[in-house]
């Protein structure tokens, strides 16, 4: 296992507008929860940044305060709609005796049997999978073998996932995860002969904030 990400934080005083100053000063705010009371912090811009680009919403953090070690996700991470800069960061304390929730990104490996003949190609039609484990079993991708699709018809559903060791899904099995389509469908009636191609949909994988808000 790899060695977790350590970020050094300091106590925060500085609270609702105020917070606009610290960061002007490259400061950005963040509130540690989960165990016991919220513990509002706050943490240089650049290392905050460096390290959620690495970890995101799906790896374990530790937050070092005041000399102790906080092992933390990142649950809600605001940015600026426009120029995309932090604006603050919920932590979640892990209990590491326990076990978390997260998410974990569905990555297609693999070649569907039906695409070697140039008949189409298999796409994902879940992007993310809602998993249960413990700690230090915590995952980011699940792979999905798309070589499990034999026919033009195939479909894999949740329950067809190879799961990591210590690793559930959370999800509902009976869930497609993905499916073999075809390059061209007919065009319906009314819209003409001939065929069109089958696009993918275009996924949203991030909000921003209009306003930087009161934390």
């Known amino acids: 296992m790899a060695d977790r990400i350590s970020i050094t934080v300091e106590p925060r005083s500085v609270i609702g507008k105020k917070v606009k100053q610290l960061r002007r000063e490259g400061w950005i705010p963040a509130v540690i929860y989960g165990q016991k009371d919220p513990i509002h912090v706050q943490l240089e811009n650049g290392p905050l940044r460096r390290a959620l680009r690495v970890a995101g919403t799906t790896q374990l953090v530790d937050l070092l ?97 190879i799961m990591p060791k210590g690793v559930t899904a959370l999800t ?19 819209e003409g002969e001939g065929y069109e191609p089958v696009a993918d949909g275009v996924e949203v994988i991030k909000k921003g904030k209009e306003d930087e808000g009161d934390f």
């Open 65 to 161: 305060v005041d000399g102790n070690r906080t092992t933390v996700l990142a649950r809600e991470i605001q940015q600026h709609v426009t120029r995309g800069d932090l604006i603050h960061v919920d932590f979640y304390e892990v209990d590491m005796k326990g076990t978390v929730t997260s998410e974990a990104e569905l990555v297609a490996v693999n070649q569907a049997a039906p695409t070697a003949d140039g008949l189409g190609v298999a796409t994902l039609a879940l992007r993310s999978l809602d998993i249960e484990c413990a700690p230090d079993d915590l995952v980011s991708e699940i792979e999905v073998d798309m070589s499990m699709i034999k026919t033009i018809d195939g479909v894999l559903h949740v329950s067809d996932l």
């Open 172 to 190: 509902d099995s009976e869930t497609v995860v993905a499916r073999f389509e075809t390059f061209f469908e007919e065009a319906g009636e009314g």
